[in-house]
């Protein structure tokens, strides 16, 4: 499996390309804005996707939704409870238009090509919070970051609960698990696991 990372929206917020290079099946993780630079590295590898993961609704994750899902024909998922965030209007959390259309919950598997990806409820940042699974990385959206951690200021967030995701469905994880985070750069759980101040 191939990732290329777009830095897209006016905060940088790391979208994925997950590209199955057998069967060139993608998966978009969280398209946050910048649609046509997403769909100018989409053509690039020739990538036919199949559907767009959200980690959670706040707009700076979900910004590019609209324009990929006509692009692209592709069903959104998002935890049902971001969705009713975004549903009420709520600050800080995308526009309806860009809400998913497909909900996932704990546990569930999805699939595009040869490549398997579980969700992970890891609520905290937001109530409907979510992360990526795949055998050798996982897709933590801002629940973890590298020697950080989300933040809980916002509405919908609770920090012992955030403590509770990251300890309970990431720390568990092999070591040598790869973190792609919402921002920022890459990392390890073995590394978070000893570095991260957040979680001593």
């Known amino acids: 499996m191939q990732v290329k990372i777009i830095p897209a929206g006016i905060y940088d917020a790391n979208c994925y390309i997950l590209f199955d290079e057998n069967t060139k099946e993608s998966a978009v993780i969280d398209p946050g804005g910048d649609a046509d630079l997403i769909l100018d590295e989409i053509k690039a590898i020739d990538a ?3 559907m ?4 959670h609704g706040h707009a700076d994750h979900t910004g590019g939704v609209a324009e ?3 692009e692209f024909n592709c069903d959104v998922y998002i935890n049902e409870k971001d969705s009713e965030m975004i549903n009420k209007n709520v600050p800080i ?3 309806q ?3 998913g259309n497909k909900f996932i919950s704990d546990g569930d598997v999805l699939q595009f090509g040869e ?4 969700c992970l409820e890891t609520p905290g940042h937001t109530p409907g919070g979510v992360c990526y699974l795949t055998d050798k990385a996982v ?3 801002d629940t973890l970051f590298y020697r950080s951690i989300g933040r809980t200021d916002f509405e919908g967030g609770e920090y012992d609960t955030l403590i509770n995701s990251i300890n309970t469905k990431l720390m568990v994880l092999p070591d040598e698990t790869l973190v792609y985070t919402g921002h920022g750069p890459r990392t390890s759980i073995g590394f978070e696991k000893n570095c991260n101040p957040f979680l001593k």
């Open 68 to 70: 990929l899902k006509k």
């Open 97 to 99: 238009h860009e809400n």
């Open 115 to 118: 490549i398997k990806i579980k």
């Open 52 to 55: 767009i993961l959200l980690t």
């Open 48 to 50: 036919d996707v199949k």
């Open 139 to 141: 897709f933590t959206g």
């Open 93 to 95: 959390y995308g526009k």
